[in-house]
Every structure is written in structure tokens, then in C-alpha cells.
């Protein structure tokens, strides 16, 4: 079982952290200070450190120095930082340091879902990834970057196809701005969400039939968007979906 190690110290916060990710089928520990967490992330076997950088003794900053400057194999071990400070500065500060990603709060726990099995998909490097689609008359290769419509072939651009792989991850699920912005741009090219609306758009004039009225790239207000398709409509490398 993939084992979390939550380091929060707003109760509120890490009791729903805790909850959701427990839910979510991970084995998960929570420390609310960044001492506790830099002690506990080395010593212990984790695949994965939920780390916020405003503590009450050392900052998440040191917490994140100290693992990744620690002796063991354990300094490769992932993390997600967590922040109010939205600066650009903090940001870059974390990845630097050495975060796998940052995230700003307030965020929704479908969010960081999203950005927890990213994180560990990358980094376990797995081999079930989304290769196909096929919903209406539309097949797309993700591989091959090769869209049809009724078997005719029709021109996508490479940032399409990228979007589209990151909503093949997830059928059927919301998947929010930043989210698309984290996997389909990365943070070395990394736009506004207005970019990400705006592709969108353009996504949805070459897929849907009606585009002002979206049968399978719709809006989910104040979440972010969903491809509205079975998971039996995507292909997966090896054959199968992971999990």
C-alpha cells in the first residue's frame, strides 16, 4: 500500500487531508510539526510527503533541505508542498529546493487528488498510460498524435493532445485549470488559466458537433472541466487501466 506522510499543523486541515487520502486507499501519517516531519520523512518508508511550508517550529522550506540533503534513499522521495503564499518567488523557492509540485491553498481535495496520483505516477514511472481514445466519431492517438473523425484524419496541434492525454488519465472525472496547467504545460512553460480556457474552446470547435452545446468536453463551473466519457473509452498501455 502506498504510504503518505501528511506534515500540517492546522487540525482542520490535516484531519481532511487525513480523511480524504485514507479514503483514497493510501496508509497515511500526519505530524503537525516540520521538525517531527524531517525526522519521520528519513527515518521512515514513505512514498510520498504532503508538506506545508508555514510550521510552527521549522518552515516547510528546511523540512524540504533537510530530506533531500539527507543520506538516504529517502531524499528521493517525492513531495508536494502546500502554501498560502501564492508568490511566484515561493513557488520557484520549493521547486528549487527540490518539490516534485506546490500547491496554493485554498485548494479543493479533488485537486490535490489529482496532483498526489500525478506525482506518483511520474515518479514510479508507470507503464499504464493512456495511448487511445474513442468517444463518438472521434479516435484520437495519443502516441501517435493522430485524431479521426468517422475514420477521416483531421489536424490536431501537439498541445491538444496533450491536454486530451491528461483527461484520458482521469474519464469521467473533473479535472481542474491547474491540474491541466501542471501536466499539459509543466511548470518550465507555465501559463495562466486563461490559456487554458482558450485551448479549450478551440479543443472543443475540433471535437464536439456542436460546440456552444458540448456533449464530451464540458464545463464544470468553479471546478474546472471533464471529459464526459467511459473509462471503457480510453486505451491503455499494457492493455489494461493501472489500479
Known sequence: MTRILVVEDDPSIRMGLEDTLTAKGYEVEVVGKGGEGAERAISGRYDLVV???MLPDIDGFEVCRRIRGSRTATRRMPIIMLSARGAELDRVRGLELGADDYVTKPFSLMELL??????????????????????????IDLVGQVA??????????????????????????????????????????????????????????????????PRFLVTIHGAGYKLDVPKDAVKWAGGRAPG
Open 51 to 53: 508538506l506545508d511550508v
Open 148 to 213: 479521426l473523425r468517422g475514420g477521416k484524419r483531421f489536424e490536431l496541434p501537439s498541445r491538444a493532445f496533450a491536454i486530451l492525454k491528461v483527461f484520458a488519465r482521469r474519464p469521467g472525472e473533473v479535472v481542474s485549470r491547474d491540474v491541466l496547467l501542471d501536466e499539459a504545460w509543466g511548470y518550465e512553460d507555465y501559463p495562466n488559466t486563461r490559456t487554458v480556457d482558450n485551448h479549450l474552446v478551440k479543443l472543443r470547435r475540433a471535437l464536439e458537433d456542436e460546440p456552444d452545446k
Open 114 to 139: 489529482a496532483r498526489v496520483a500525478s506525482v506518483l505516477r511520474r515518479t514510479n514511472g508507470d507503464a499504464s498510460e493512456p495511448i487511445g481514445l474513442a468517444f463518438g466519431a472521434i479516435e
